[in-house]
């Protein structure tokens, strides 16, 4: 399975971003982990692939919204975003909502203060 994502840029504290992936195949979920400097690679947002299925990091909850486009295609919304959500995000797909075994490539987010 291929991922290709998209989105992601450097915004302002408060400001809205919207990443993007696509799979080239349907796996049960997909989703997006993120690694801030330093820190573990941690899971942000998964959903199943008829969308039955969410999990979201206590950290995002509330602020982050996974979506399905389609059963290969996921759009992550982030709203009122902080600096502490600055990291790389990388799309992840699995068979699983919470352990994924397909990575794309990283995507950069940066929010300033």
């Known amino acids: 399975v291929q991922l290709q994502a998209s989105g992601g840029g450097s915004v302002q504290a408060g400001d809205s971003l919207r990443l993007s992936c696509t799979a080239s195949?349907?796996?049960?979920?997909m989703g997006w982990h993120r690694q801030a400097p330093g820190k573990e690679r941690e899971l942000v947002a998964s959903?199943?692939?008829?969308?039955?299925?969410k999990s979201y990091a206590g950290s995002v909850k509330g602020r982050f919204t996974i979506s399905r486009v389609n059963e290969t295609s996921v759009h992550l919304q982030m709203s009122s975003l902080k600096p502490d959500d600055t990291a790389v995000y990388y799309c992840?797909?699995?068979?699983?909502?919470?352990?994924?075994?397909?990575w794309g490539q990283g995507t950069l987010v940066t929010v300033s203060s």
């Open positions: 195949s349907r796996t049960y979920a």
């Open positions: 992840s797909a699995g068979e699983s909502l919470w352990t994924h075994e397909y």
């Open positions: 959903i199943s692939w008829n969308a039955d299925g």
